[in-house]
Structures are given as C-alpha cells and as structure tokens.
C-alpha cells in the first residue's frame, strides 16, 4: 500500500511539474530532473526596457547584463538559451504557458512567491528617485501629494501606491515615466538604481538621481522567477550561479555592462 501512494505521489508531483513548465508541456522526463530542461531549451521571459540588465542591443534582439548572466546559466546546464521580450507585467504569469523562467532585474517579494519560486539571489537594488534637476524634493515627506511616474507593476509602483496624496502614473516603459519627467509632466519617477543612473544620464542638466536609501526605500534582492514546485530546476539554476560566482564569470559581467 505503502508503494503504491508512493507511485501516485510520484505521479501527481510529475504532473503538476509538467503544468509548471508549460514551455516544455509533452517533453519526457529530463535525467536532471526538470521538465523545463527536458526538450534542451529553456524559454526565458523578459522585458528589454531596463538597462543595464536588459534593453534591445543594436542587432535588435535583447543584450544586456541578464541576457549575458542567463545565457552563461544555460551554458552550465547544457541547454539553449531562448529569450522571450514581453511586458513586465506579464513575466510572472507567463511562466509555466508561454516560458519556463524570467529574468528581468526583478525583485523577490512576498506576493511573487505565491505564484513563482526564486533562484538564489544575484544582484542587490534599491529604487531611487529621479526629479527635475530645479526640484526641492529631498525626503519622503516631499513625495506627498506629488505626480510620481513609475513602470507598471514593478517594486516601485507598489511603493507610490503607498505614499499618502502620491497620484501614480503607471508606464509600461521606465523610459516613458522619465520622458514625461523632462517634459514637466512629472514631479518624480521612482525606478531602480542601475536603470535610473542610465536615464539620468541621458538628461544630465536636467535630472537629478536620488538615492531612495534618504527616503528609506529598502534594499531589494534580484532573482531568477522559476515554476512554482520544480525543485530540481531551482537546484541546477542556483548551482550554476554559485559556480558563476565563484569562477569569475559573472564579475566580469558586471565589469562589461554595469556603470
Ligand atoms: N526590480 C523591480 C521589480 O522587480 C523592477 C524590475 C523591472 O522593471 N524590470 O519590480
């Protein structure tokens, strides 16, 4: 007896894992494992808006610091790499459908978890604040009542919808929040600190980038979105990293593509 509920949770397990990697759906079982690795590509979801971590190189398909970290993941694990552009809104929910995994400088949160399990961490962040270059905006307290611009569905729009008055302009492109900063039809954009030093840059007698650290914006963890329940994934990803790590690979990643 004891066997066979053994045999039907094995089977009720594989099942749900089949679900969980709907990019890979049919594929037979893997040697490793997974079922996302199972038919030799795993299909990755991003959004080529966020540079450095991923926006769209010259050829026209996405570069960028994640795209070069996942492709050396995919190395690891013997697998081609396939990278699907899409909202950010939509990586979580694509995953299990239209792709096995997501990379997009996204950041670990609570309600994410109910939906995606996370790779180990690989990068630190923490949203910082851009404003006209003239503004008097300083401290948390300032952000009050103003028209703060953000990317939909990202850390740091879930932070305006919190600031009391705050009225929050939601893009589907950091880049148009910023566009509309310099425009004067924002009084702030709240975005991630690589990606706001980029922006910044562009509009260098016009923007200021302000650490959110003055306004106790907290440090956010970036990592790998995975199927919920494919335990044998997350362990060969977070392998890889680690080796990624300790092999210099990803410190040259850095030095190519960071600032
Ligand atoms: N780190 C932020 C988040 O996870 C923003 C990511 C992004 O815009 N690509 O919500």
Redesign the pocket.
Known sequence: MKKIIGILLTAVMASSLMIGCGAAAGAKADPNGSKCLADGVLTVGT?A??PP??YVGDDGTPDGFDIAFIKAIGEELGVEVKIENME?DSLVSAIGSKTDVAI????V?EERQQSVDFSTSYYN?VQHVLVPADSTIASYEDLEGKTIGC?L?????FIIEEIEGASNKQYNK?VDAVNDLVNGRLDAVI??SN?AGVFASNYPDQVKDLNGEDFGFGV?E?AIALPKGDTALKEQIDLAITKLKDNGTYDKLVDQYME
């Open positions: 959004n808006e966020f971590f991923e950010f997009a400088g996204m950041t949160t962040a990317q569905g990202t850390t740091g729009d950091a975005v991630d990606p956010e970036y």
